[in-house]
């Protein structure tokens, strides 16, 4: 197992549909095993394929949920559907998201409250369960992810207008920007937290 790179917006993976998962054999595990490692040196709470710069349909999450479903998990070749999303908008207080792909930012962003995931897990068994909650939210994200899709692309006119500068800012939107967990320093300020203030608690703030 090792932890690979995150890829920057901009990385042309990030920004097309990834491709259906068509052999479930070792490299399918070690793709899987790799993502779950970058993800905890991450601190994410999600992780897809495109994200580390592999074009397949596969997500990784671990977060705690209310939903039976366990705390770590992966699903490839994923489909969900979901409840309507609220029209409202978001309260930044409760309902912001962050991304390993746009590190370090945070925007509030509406997502529907439940979703259904069908998928495999790496041996072609069949996962389905249900989301609710920030583990819905979750789910969401990732699946997004899959579709050429990041969350940022999903912000209301003035978020989205904070959003590209933050992306000029750091001189992002092209080719070639990418950190890596476990050696460049937490974008999202991980490595300062005291462990007593740091508890995985991401009730106001999903990063994937």
């Not at 671990?62 to 479903?69: L, Y």
């Not at 509030?108 to 989301?131: C, M, Q, S, T, Y």
């Not at 692309?153 to 590209?164: E, G, Y």
Request: a negative charge; aromatic letters at 6%.
């Amino acid at each position: 197992m090792s932890v690979r790179p995150i890829v920057i917006t901009g990385e042309p993976v990030l920004h097309r549909a990834a491709a259906l998962v068509t052999s479930f054999d070792d490299e399918l595990r070690t793709l899987v095993e790799d993502m779950y490692e970058t993800n905890v040196a991450a601190n994410g709470v999600g992780l897809a394929a495109p994200q580390i710069g592999v074009g397949l349909r596969v997500f990784v999450w671990k977060m705690a949920n209310e939903d039976g479903v366990p705390e770590q998990g992966h699903v490839v070749n994923p489909t969900l559907t979901t409840s309507k999303v609220p029209q409202e908008r978001p309260n930044p207080d409760e309902e912001t998201e962050g991304c390993l792909s746009v590190p370090g930012e945070a925007f509030p962003l509406k997502r529907a409250d439940r979703a259904h995931v069908i998928g495999f897990d790496v041996d072609g068994n069949r996962v389905e369960f249900d989301a609710t909650g920030w583990f819905a939210r979750c789910m969401q994200h990732e699946y997004d992810h899959l579709n050429g899709t990041l969350y940022v692309d999903r912000l209301d006119d003035r978020q989205a207008k904070k959003a590209r500068k933050a992306v000029k800012r750091n001189g992002w939107g092209k080719p070639g920007n990418s950190w890596h967990p476990g050696v460049d320093r937490d974008p999202f300020g991980h490595d300062e937290d005291d462990l007593d203030e740091h508890t995985g608690d991401h009730s106001d703030e999903l990063i994937g």
